[in-house]
């Protein structure tokens, strides 16, 4: 789930928190602390991996692009039997 | 090179001096040997650095660069971020998987206790909530079987907010309907409830 997703989501899931349990009559300020904490400590987790993936990510295309540049400069080359034989005849 | 050097600087000490000279001073190149290596390791380091930050300005064109605070994508980014959001999901689809399951046994599990603090069962408001339960349960084990056709995003995303709204709903709804359950048991109840409630948040939020 994106962050911008779980923001949504978290919000929400609060909002409905508050209507159960206030209506539960069962709404304390344990309660509401307990459940403030729990989605705060989610959505940090949300987004430190959201960010680990995409710093994890570029780096992947980095090396991927890298390799594929050395592919085609490699590419680029003689083959090796050619210049053996230009050793060869000199 | 600093290592052919100091060999160097060894073998004219071997041929200026005699043998016992040359082992007196062994300590201190030992000494010196280890106090250039260690010097060269934040060069090293430093230079794979830059070298880094040279390949990212490089290749800066196929690097997501997300917003720093809400980590959204820019509209010219559009392609990559899809193309990250589907290997994300690729990567990602077995612990989903897992968490649905687990998510369904705990469902499961927390109906089964549901029905056994009931106070009466031919009440219509106890199969109510005992007939939503397991449509969702069932739903939850379909949503499981079709997970592998539900490959596009946006499907996903549909299906989950649809799936936790409903799961959410039906815990507020057991929750106002609080008179049915034995007072004796009321609080451990409100507990189960909390507890649903916040599994039901943590499996939507951390393991969509």
């Known amino acids: ?10 919000m929400m899931a609060f909002a409905a928190h508050l209507t159960i349990f206030l209506i539960e ?15 705060g400590f989610s959505l940090v987790t949300v987004w430190v991996g959201r960010r680990t993936s995409i710093d994890n990510y570029n780096k992947r295309q980095v090396r991927v692009s890298k390799w594929q540049e050395e ?17 060869l005849s000199l | 090179m600093l290592l052919s050097e100091i060999s160097n600087n060894v073998n004219t000490l071997e041929s200026n001096t005699d043998h016992g000279t040359v082992l007196q001073d062994m300590p201190e190149l030992q000494r010196e040997i280890s106090r250039e290596s260690h010097d060269h ?37 559009r392609a990559l971020a899809q193309n990250f959001e ?11 998987t897992r968490c649905m399951v687990v998510l369904l046994i705990a469902f499961i599990l927390e109906t089964v206790l549901i029905i056994l603090v009931r106070r009466e069962f031919s009440e219509i408001l ?7 339960r397991c449509v969702y349960c069932l739903l939850l084990f379909f949503y499981l079987l079709s997970s592998k056709w539900l490959f596009d995003r946006n ?31 009321l609080v451990q109840i409100q507990t189960i409830h909390l507890m649903e409630f916040l599994f039901l ?4 939020v951390n393991c969509r």
């Open chain 1, 1 to 10: 789930m994106s962050f911008v997703e779980a923001l949504v989501f978290t």
């Open chain 1, 25 to 39: 009559r069962s709404a304390t300020l344990g309660n509401s602390f307990l459940v403030l904490i729990f989605m």
């Open chain 1, 71 to 87: 592919k085609e400069l490699v590419s680029q080359l003689l083959p090796a039997h050619v210049i053996s034989f230009d050793i």
């Open chain 2, 41 to 77: 390791i934040p060069e090293e380091k430093a230079g794979a650095e830059a070298e880094v930050k040279k390949d990212n300005e490089r290749f800066k064109g196929e690097c997501l660069s997300p917003n720093k605070y809400f980590l959204t994508f820019k509209k010219s980014q």
């Open chain 2, 86 to 96: 589907k290997e994300l999901l690729e990567q990602e689809i077995k612990f989903q």
């Open chain 2, 126 to 132: 106890h199969l109510v909530i005992i007939s939503l």
């Open chain 2, 155 to 185: 499907m996903r995303t549909v299906a989950t907010f649809a799936l936790y709204s409903f799961g959410i709903l039906i815990v507020a709804g057991q929750s106002l309907l609080y008179e049915i359950f034995d007072t004796a048991f």
């Open chain 2, 201 to 204: 948040y943590l499996i939507a």
